[in-house]
């Protein structure tokens, strides 16, 4: 049942469904993430490709290809669930799509940094 809800979110996304502001995906402006992130052992996340995050990425964020599906759903597995995790790609888009696929999968305090890397 579990990967049954996975594969229908991981298709949902791919097909244009967006993530919006739930109980659970909070989206943040620049500062409001910055100040976020500047607390001890939280977990943040570029969702972009390794070449991407190769030419720039913010300081302690571990890399997690949105793209390589089976990585994905892999290495998020290993976080804990129960704490926040705070996620941004390049424009946005990713990130809200991850965001969706990463409350499917169980997590209940997920933040996005509203216009990616670019606003960055």
Sequence with gaps: MKK???LMSFFATLFGAKAQETDA???LDKETFKKA??????????VRTPQEYEAGHINNARNIDYFDQGNFTNSFEKLDKEKPVYVYCRSGNRSQKAAALLEAMGFREIYDLRGGYLGW
């Design 4 to 6: 049954t809800i996975l």
């Design 25 to 27: 995906i909070k989206i």
């Design 37 to 46: 992130i500047e607390a001890d052992s939280i977990q943040l996340v570029d």
